[in-house]
């Protein structure tokens, strides 16, 4: 059954996604590529784009965009509903605990340990989505696309040197390789 | 049951979500300028206290953020409503953007296009993670670099499932706790 699948998927989602914004998207990556091929790695990557580019937080946008895709409408309220159902009892949960005693002392322990494997994981599904982005464009050379290369290092060297706007740097990449693609 | 201030709570939460760019930490801000600042319904010290426990909770900071603020407002119901205030316009706006995505994507121009914004959005990635990997490596923790680099090399070369990984770490969090606990009293 696709929908309890979805449900089912998109609460493992809400569940372990610690720490907000990018730390779900590892897990995304594994229940939509990995486990069950509702998205390609390709998809996927323009789902983090277009995530990156709307309001809203990115657990939320890809559970409408799978939803969607995979059973229409319905799909997308019972993927959203899943994914935000960990969050509503746990927070609420928290807040009881948090008006009884006011600390929450052993989760920040708990916490630091988890962080720096958040980290982790999100640094590789960011090769990943390098890998699948440099293996096409123009230029090809070892089945890796030279100026898909060239635009990477660009874009990062902006990131990190002039702290430029993410969003801007992303239409920026995307014009740049339109161009590209005309000129070669 | 105040009808009039849950509308002003969906009113407030739709508009935070619908016009936020930039994920938890700049919702969190918004609605301390709305929440406390404006409509005084929650304390500063009080916010504070709420972005630590939607950052810390699993799921989406905004979307924690909603609840804590919402049951804080109004209970349960204003809870619900908090949580649908805010969850409605990236659903309503990605809705139109997957029609939109599957009418468009075999256009050749909009495929380049979306081909360079995919560099373009690794890039961001991993200008993220290193941000986030200098805070960790800063705090000086022998554990915490073991992590890391732990949890790397289960993902990218043993292909260790996501939540194996986590829940290890919660186990490494927990032992650390007692073992911390041990120390203290052996100490005393």
């Known amino acids: 059954m696709i929908y309890l699948e979805l449900l089912w998927s998109f609460i493992q989602i809400g569940l372990f996604s610690i720490g907000g914004g990018y730390a779900a998207i590892p897990l995304i990556q594994t229940q939509t590529v990995e486990i069950h091929n509702w998205l390609s790695m390709s998809e996927f990557t323009d789902l983090v784009t277009i995530a990156e580019m709307t309001p809203g937080p990115i657990a939320v946008n890809s559970a409408t965009f799978v939803g969607i895709r995979i059973a229409g409408l319905p799909g997308a309220v019972i993927a959203t509903i899943g994914v935000i159902l960990p969050s509503i009892f746990i927070v609420s949960l928290l807040a009881y605990i948090y008006r009884k005693y006011k600390s929450a002392k052993g989760l920040d322990s708990i916490l630091s340990c988890l962080r720096p494997a958040v980290v982790a994981l999100i640094a590789s599904a960011g090769i990943a989505m390098l890998i699948t982005a440099v293996s096409t464009g123009e230029v090809m050379m070892y089945g890796i696309s030279i100026t898909s290369i060239v635009i990477f290092i660009l874009a990062f060297f902006c990131l990190r040197k002039f702290k430029f706007n993410p969003i801007l740097v992303m239409v920026a990449c995307g014009i740049i390789n339109l161009i590209v693609s005309f000129i070669f | ?188």
């Open chain 2, 1 to 188: 049951m105040d009808i009039k201030k849950l509308g002003k709570l969906f009113v407030t939460c739709f508009y935070i979500s619908a016009f936020t760019f930039g994920g938890g930490f700049v919702i969190v801000t918004f609605m301390k300028k709305k929440f406390v600042d404006e409509l005084k319904w929650i304390s500063d010290e009080e916010m504070l206290d709420y972005a630590a426990l939607a950052q810390s909770s699993p799921g989406a900071i905004a979307v924690n953020a909603a609840i804590l603020v919402g049951w804080k407002v109004c209970g349960l119901i204003g809870m619900l409503v908090a949580v649908l205030a805010t969850i409605l316009p990236p659903m309503i706006i990605i809705s139109i953007i997957s029609f939109i995505y599957d009418i468009f994507i075999t256009n050749p121009i909009v495929k380049l296009v979306l081909e360079g914004m995919q560099i373009g959005v690794a890039a961001v990635i991993l200008s993220v993670s290193i941000d986030l990997g200098i805070n960790v490596v800063k705090q000086k923790n022998i554990l915490f670099i073991l992590i890391i680099v732990g949890a790397f090399i289960a993902d990218m070369v043993f292909n260790v499932n996501v939540i194996i990984t986590i829940l290890s770490c919660a186990l490494i969090g927990i032992i650390k706790i007692i073992y911390d606990k041990v120390k203290r009293e052996v100490i005393e």
